[in-house]
């Protein structure tokens, strides 16, 4: 059997194994008398318990997935061809980035870890520019300081826990 758009149907393979994966952990697994893994409280959709959504919402992947991978069996007969390789290098910059600003966030603040994590991505992009990626930080970083730290007074740090800036106003929103 040829697979006709290989990249829709792993992709949709993709979502399926993911949305197995949540609905699997929000319900847990319960062999007999062994637990497994412990699931959490489904609750009904009125009193809606922490393992509600993360059920359905893998559902609702797995659905999408299998409708994906179906079109990709179907679609144009072969005419696609074999996938292109991996590109695990981008990936790996991609997610260390992402990894990286996660340490780094409780030490440096937002404004240094976003723009380490935006650098840092758009490493992993064959276009990558320093001053496109220093803009989108620089804009990126101003936007979820707004939001997260000054509209919905999330306790993130802004700046690094060092006396001399936290006199600055812009340290302490």
């Not at 497994?36 to 993360?54: D, I, K, S, V």
Request: proline content about 4%; charged content about 10%; hydrophobic content about 55%.
């Amino acid at each position: 059997m040829k697979i006709g758009h290989p990249k829709n149907f792993w992709g949709g393979m993709l979502f399926a194994a993911l949305g197995l994966m949540f609905a699997v952990i929000a319900r847990g697994v319960t062999l007999g008398d062994t637990t497994l893994l412990e699931g959490y409280t489904m609750g009904t959709p009125a009193r809606m318990g922490p393992g509600f959504f993360p059920f359905w919402l893998g559902v609702l992947l797995v659905a999408l997935g299998a409708a994906i991978s179906a079109v990709g069996l179907r679609a144009g007969r072969g005419e696609h061809g074999a996938l292109e390789r991996f590109h695990w290098k981008q990936l790996a910059v991609v997610l260390g980035s992402i990894v990286l600003f996660g340490v780094l966030l409780k030490w440096t603040g937002m404004l240094v870890a976003g723009m380490v994590l935006i650098v840092g991505a758009s490493l992993g992009s064959h276009e990558f520019s320093l001053r496109k990626a220093l803009a989108l930080g620089g804009f990126l970083v101003t936007f979820c300081a707004l939001v997260f730290v000054i509209g919905l007074k999330l306790p993130i740090p802004l700046c690094p826990d060092i006396d001399a800036l936290q006199a600055y106003g812009l340290c302490r929103a």
